[in-house]
Nanobody, 123 residues
Framework: QVQLVESGGGLVQAGGSLRLSCAAS????????MGWFRQAPGKVREFVAA????????YYADSVKGRFTISRDNAKNTVYLQMNSLKPEDTAVFYC????????????????WGQGTQVTVSS
C-alpha cells in the first residue's frame, strides 16, 4: 500500500509556471506507475499525465502536451508535475495517483490517490 501527499499548488497568473510534487510513503515506490489527474469545478476528473515505474515512459493529455512535464525521483519517493504556460482553463484540483506497474492501465483505474492540491490560474 502507498500513501500520497501532494504539494506545490497555488495561485498563478496566466503564462506562469508551477511545479507540483507528490510524496509517497512506503519502500516499494519504484514498483508503482504514477499519474496526475485534475478536476475542475463542475467537471469530471480527467487524466493529465502518467509515468512508468522507471520514468522511461510518459504519457500526456493532448490539452497539456508541450506545456506540462511529469518526472519522478525514486530515491526520494516523489513524482513531479512541472506546469508551464499555464492557462485559466488549467484551474483545478490536481491529484496524484499510484498503481502497481503489473496492473497499470495508464489513463484510468488507479488504486491509490492523494487528497489533491488546488491550482488556480488567473487571467
Amino acid at each position: 500500500q502507498v500513501q500520497l501527499v501532494e504539494s506545490g499548488g497555488g495561485l498563478v497568473q496566466a503564462g506562469g509556471s508551477l511545479r507540483l510534487s507528490c510524496a509517497a510513503s512506503g519502500r516499494t515506490f519504484s514498483s508503482y506507475a504514477m499519474g496526475w489527474f485534475r478536476q475542475a469545478p463542475g467537471k469530471v476528473r480527467e487524466f493529465v499525465a502518467a509515468i512508468s515505474w522507471s520514468g522511461a515512459a510518459t504519457y500526456y493529455a493532448d490539452s497539456v502536451k508541450g506545456r506540462f512535464t511529469i518526472s519522478r525521483d525514486n530515491a526520494k519517493n516523489t513524482v513531479y508535475l512541472q506546469m508551464n504556460s499555464l492557462k485559466p482553463e488549467d484551474t483545478a484540483v490536481f491529484y496524484c495517483a499510484a498503481e502497481p506497474s503489473s496492473s497499470w492501465a495508464i489513463y484510468r483505474d488507479y488504486d491509490y490517490w492523494g487528497q489533491g492540491t488546488q491550482v488556480t490560474v488567473s487571467s
